[in-house]
């Protein structure tokens, strides 16, 4: 059984425990690998080591770190195929899209800020005949990157790429339920001579050592990634010690259909973005609103489309829908399906558990879902399901569907379909998120200020965003 090891001080190690946790490959539901059980004494380890290697890294001159991290999504780049497939076993998703999506983003992060580092520059302020001010960014010390289950290699490059590239150290935990790309990537990051301690991957459980980094007096900013309320927990403890925070929380995101789109273009992608990873994205277009005069028309479309998508063993390059992340998560989406019939939904496909032939017969597979006739401030329309489960809903009016779609706690994205450009800047300005994407979903530039408002989370990541949120600026006034 392979042990998935630490990565401290430059050395891939045990936990002190010894302990291990069962990792699952969620598409046959039976154990693989074994995921390092760490405590606090490992992120005391860890936070050690990069406490040492600040003093050299964040002084190294920007164009060696950005060659040591060119290297390091070189390497990511030769090494496609197999961490494709081992995200894929880990996570559940279909192989290629961890070939043609997220292991390629993974390389695009790390290159993006490798590169980022060379243009990265402050302001002066000159107050003429008084003096000169000018603005310098240093890098914080150590920082610690937390990161959820559903895009493993893509969120958690996501967010040490800056880390490293403003010149912090980093103490990381990838999720339990899918450490093993994090593991390879500690691998990789020893090949590319990234030199001892500047980047810790402690694993383990979120309770045990993700509050372990959050509590920890040295690390001095949390970037997290994850549920709203573990976030919250994250705040709870960090914001008295005056950690700077920056919060990816979930989302509940309406994808608002207006009668005059492009109808095809607009099916296609509604079906990525209600299935796409098994809908385990959280900007996910879960509440879909339409028009009422193409409501039917719609639902007729979808609906067939929907129930044609090939659900089953994440290798084959057939399928569309893999398998649900955890058995605990794959519990969740069901009893959210069970909800919705109770709050007077009709289920118009999918709704029931998939059992494929042979290897996967004992995973966790539930069919894409479609379901109608909510009212828009059920417990189904406002809470998050994270899973391959949309409503559909008509609205008569903008007002109406404005109201709908910011109904919810949350305010990540929002996707909007129409060719009329005034209504599509005007919805786009009254909706409450941090990204909309209009006859389009998940393009993404990595320039752009990525995060949502609300219960969505603080802080934004991207760009210069990022880089600001890993640097500490400090105003220097001198009399002329
Ligand atoms: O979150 P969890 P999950 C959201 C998504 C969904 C959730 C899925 O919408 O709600 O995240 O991820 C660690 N102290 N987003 O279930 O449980 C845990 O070990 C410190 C939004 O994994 O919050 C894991 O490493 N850490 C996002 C990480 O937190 C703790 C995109 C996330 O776990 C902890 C992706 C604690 N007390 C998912 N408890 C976006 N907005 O982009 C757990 N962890």
């Not at 425990?17 to 039976?30: A, E, H, I, R, V």
Request: charged share 20%; aromatic share 8%; proline share 5%.
């Amino acid at each position: 059984m392979k042990k998935i090891l630490n990565y401290i001080n430059g050395q891939l190690m045990e936990p002190v425990s010894g302990d291990y946790l069962d990792n699952f490959d969620p598409s046959t539901g039976k154990v693989y690998s074994l995921c390092p059980d760490s405590d606090e004494r490992d992120v005391e380890l860890a936070t050690k080591a990069a406490l040492q290697a600040f003093a050299s890294w964040s002084v190294m001159a920007p164009e060696k770190r950005s060659r040591i991290m060119l290297r390091i999504a070189e390497l990511i780049e030769k090494k496609l195929d197999v961490l494709a497939e081992a995200e894929s076993i880990d996570q559940g998703k279909p192989k290629w899209l961890a070939k043609n999506g997220e292991i390629p983003r993974a390389i695009s992060n790390i290159r993006f800020f490798g590169t980022a580092i060379e243009h990265f520059a402050s302001e002066a302020h000159p107050m003429p005949g008084h003096a000169i001010n000018y603005t310098l960014r240093t890098p914080i010390g150590v920082v610690g990157c937390i990161s959820p289950w559903n895009l493993p290699l893509y969120l958690f490059t996501w967010k040490i790429a800056p880390a490293l590239a403003s010149g912090n150290c980093v103490v990381a935990k990838p999720s339990e339920i899918t450490p093993m790309t994090a593991y390879l990537l500690a691998e990789i990051c020893i090949e590319a001579g990234l030199p001892k301690g500047v980047l810790n991957i402690v694993h383990g459980l979120g309770p045990k050592v993700g509050s372990a980094i959050t509590v920890h007096k040295q690390i001095k900013a949390i970037s997290f990634t994850g549920g709203t309320k573990t976030g919250a927990e994250i705040a709870r403890t960090a914001a008295p010690m005056f950690k700077k925070l920056s919060l990816e929380l979930g989302g509940k995101n309406p994808n608002i259909i207006f009668a005059d789109c492009d109808f095809d273009k607009m099916l296609n992608e509604t079906l990525r973005s209600s299935f796409l990873n098994q809908g385990e994205i959280c900007l996910c277009g879960s509440r879909i609103f339409i028009e009422r005069s193409i409501y039917t028309r719609f639902k007729e479309a979808f609906v067939e489309k929907v129930k044609a998508r090939t659900i089953g063993d994440p290798l084959l390059d057939s399928t569309l829908v893999g398998a649900i992340a955890s058995k605990m998560h794959f519990e969740k989406v069901m009893s959210y399906i069970e909800l919705a019939k109770q709050e007077g939904g009709t289920v118009l496909c999918g709704g029931y558990t998939v059992k494929p032939e042979g290897r996967c017969s004992e995973g966790w597979f539930i069919a894409p879902t479609v379901i109608e006739g909510l009212s828009f401030d059920c417990r189904t329309n406002q809470e998050e399901i994270f899973g391959p489960v949309v409503t559909i809903t008509p609205f008569d009016t903008e007002e109406e569907v404005l109201a709908f779609a910011n109904s919810t706690e949350y305010g990540l994205a929002a996707t909007l379909w129409t060719e009329n450009l005034t209504r599509a800047h005007r919805i786009a300005a009254e909706v409450k998120s941090g990204i909309v994407w209009i006859n389009c979903w998940l393009l993404r530039d990595l320039r752009t200020p990525f995060g949502g408002v609300k219960n969505s989370g603080v802080g934004r990541e991207g760009g210069w965003e990022a880089m600001r949120f890993f640097t500490e600026p400090k105003n220097i006034c001198i009399k002329l």
